[in-house]
């Protein structure tokens, strides 16, 4: 299997521009969810969603920040315009079931650094 | 809200020495899993606890679930230097979303 899938890897980018981030979960997998990790606020759950519906999205930090998973296996996370606040490590992970009582599968994260 | 709390947040041991985090949860979960974290990588599950005062061993690592469901702890014994990294607690809230602890970053002196 190849795991949850991200990219970009890394991200560089000038403060007003779009952003758009990228997850391609584990085949057969129902839930999909985005975090943030940043040292000061640690692993931040921001969305997530079950069978391509979004659940909870309460964690999106504010109006600038969209998330779409438009089939089962893609996902965006778009950031519009983007500020230097925003730089941090973003991740998506599946699993396997439609609750969030099962593990989590990580993906590699991108590392966004917005300038 | 529920929380989970680690600590400590961050520790330094000798190499060879044990290692202990803490989780606590300010209500009682159905379960709670462990992850860890390389520097640079991205957490990774370890194990699940769902039995009130379970126990589950992987080699030099110990996990305990607590009686009233609503701590945990994780031992390592004999750290390795391949033990370096960040061990995250996480468990489901009422609405069954997982809540993640802020993690003990574990570092190792030769």
């Known amino acids: 299997d190849a795991g949850v899938i991200q990219s970009p890897r890394h991200e560089v980018t000038e403060m007003g521009q779009e952003v758009t981030l990228r997850c391609k979960p584990i085949?057969?997998?129902?839930?999909l969810f985005w975090y943030r990790q940043t040292m000061m606020r640690g692993l931040e759950l921001l969305i997530y969603?079950?069978?391509?519906?979004?659940?909870?999205d309460s964690g999106m930090p504010e109006d600038r920040f969209s998330a779409k998973m438009p089939n089962a296996s893609f996902s965006t996370l778009k950031i519009q315009p983007s500020e230097p606040r925003d730089s941090a490590v973003y991740f998506c992970?599946?699993?396997?079931?439609?609750?969030?009582?099962?593990?989590?599968?990580f993906g590699p994260g991108t590392r966004l650094l917005v300038l | 809200g529920q929380q989970v709390m680690q600590i400590p947040q961050y520790q330094h041991v000798q190499e060879g020495e044990d290692f202990t985090t803490y989780c606590n949860s300010s209500t009682t979960l159905s379960n709670i899993q462990w992850y860890k974290q390389r520097p640079g990588g991205h957490p990774v599950f370890l194990i699940q606890?769902?039995?009130?005062?379970e126990v589950k061993k992987q080699k030099r690592l110990t996990f305990q679930f607590g009686e009233a469901k609503k701590n945990s702890s994780l031992h390592i014994t004999a750290t390795q230097t391949t033990d370096v990294g960040t061990y995250f607690c996480?468990?489901?809230?009422?609405?069954?979303?997982?809540?993640f602890g802020k993690g003990t970053r574990l570092h190792i002196l030769p």
């Open positions: 969603f079950n069978n391509n519906v979004p659940i909870d």
């Open positions: 996480a468990g489901p809230n009422r609405d069954d979303k997982i809540i």
């Open positions: 992970a599946s699993s396997p079931l439609s609750t969030g009582r099962e593990t989590q599968y």
């Open positions: 606890l769902v039995k009130s005062g």
């Open positions: 085949s057969g997998h129902n839930s």
